[in-house]
């Protein structure tokens, strides 16, 4: 079973900038689509952006022109370029492949 391992999360001020980074081992980005989803504490999941297996990505409205995913197919990993970050973004941000298979989450939080 494929289990994706998210890292790069943290703590930063509005305004700021992190990139997330989901590399699932033994599993490739070429074959499956990936996407991050994020759950804020006490809220539902909710799905933040993807790429498909021809690279097109999507975007939620909310981080729409903030957020830029990517993905790295030497390395089986995908990233989360993440700008203009705003409170409301604090949340646990996780990765899902195929659809399918979860990772454990990376937490983001961002202070006023």
């Known amino acids: 079973q494929v289990q994706p391992v998210e890292s790069g999360g943290g703590s930063v001020q509005a305004g700021g900038s992190l990139r997330l980074s989901c590399t699932a081992p033994g599993f490739t980005s070429k074959t499956c689509g990936m996407a991050w989803y994020r759950q804020p504490a006490g809220k539902q999941r909710e799905w933040v952006s993807g790429i498909t297996i021809d690279d097109r990505t999507l975007y939620a409205d909310s981080v729409k022109g903030r957020f830029t995913m990517s993905k790295d197919k030497v390395r089986d990993t995908v990233y989360l370029q993440m700008n203009s970050l705003k409170p409301e973004d604090t949340a646990m941000y996780s990765c899902?492949?195929?659809?399918?298979?979860w990772g454990q989450g990376t937490q983001v939080t961002v202070s006023s």
């Open positions: 899902r492949a195929c659809g399918t298979y």
